[in-house]
């Protein structure tokens, strides 16, 4: 069975500083892989997605994920935090690009002035 | 495209009572799916359909749930006998073929 652990449930950085948002995977075979950005009272955003190829790969809002088979993880960053990033963060995998998705239980992000 | 559309946004209701929920994909999607969220925690799938036939279904997913999508459009999740434990925000996602999934903001649900 498929399942994503998000170690960290809540992280405060200083707006400008670096983010990073960890998230682990168990998957049998190849993994879809996304990060989705949820707003209070809000659906979920697709930031961006792995299946293949290079993996480092580039979402929208300046994010970035690097896929990494032998750790099973696949974590979330920017090089710099702005206010309106302040949100809850989920990562999910899935055994198809649609297919249904299993998330991690999230983590929030509170951005300090 | 004017993104999946949910309805009621919050809906109130006392225990024991039944609940329907209505979702409208973005047209010309043909996979529907449906979430539960509960506060703190990330969603879980609970079914989905491929135009009108409803290909897969969670556990999670009790007999007092039903879900249909009739003409592979709109879909409805309705609840019978609602319970304590049914409180949850219930997301719909569609998408075309096999694009990522658009979710809708969610309906609400509040049990008395």
């Known amino acids: 069975a498929q399942s994503v652990t998000q170690p960290d449930i809540h992280i405060t950085v200083s707006e400008g500083a670096s983010l990073e948002l960890r998230c682990n995977y168990s998957?049998?075979?190849?993994?879809?892989l996304f990060w989705y950005v949820q707003s209070p009272g809000q659906g979920l955003q697709l930031l961006l997605k792995y299946f293949s190829g290079d993996t480092l790969v580039q979402g929208i809002k300046g994010f970035e994920a690097e896929f990494k088979r032998s750790q099973s993880s696949f974590n979330l960053r920017k090089p710099s935090v702005h206010w309106s990033d302040a949100a809850e963060y989920f990562c999910a995998v899935a055994n198809t690009n649609a297919g249904k998705s299993t998330f991690g239980d999230g983590t929030t992000l509170t951005v300090k002035p | 495209d004017t993104g999946v559309s949910q309805d009621p946004r919050h809906k109130i209701t006392k225990r024991g009572q039944n609940v329907t929920f209505r979702c409208d994909p973005i047209s010309e999607h043909n996979r529907l799916y449906w979430y539960r969220q509960t506060l703190g925690q990330g969603p879980e799938f609970l079914t989905y359909?491929?135009?009108?036939?409803?290909?897969?279904k969670s556990r999670l997913l009790s007999d007092r749930f039903s879900a249909e999508r009739p003409k592979g459009s709109f879909s409805t999740l309705e609840i019978q006998r609602t319970e304590q434990g049914d409180s949850a925000m219930y997301l719909c996602?569609?998408?075309?073929?096999?694009?990522?999934?658009?979710f809708g903001d969610g309906t609400r649900l509040s049990i008395l």
């Open positions: 996602a569609s998408s075309l073929g096999d694009k990522p999934q658009h």
């Open positions: 998957y049998g075979a190849t993994p879809y």
């Open positions: 359909f491929q135009n009108e036939a409803q290909l897969e």
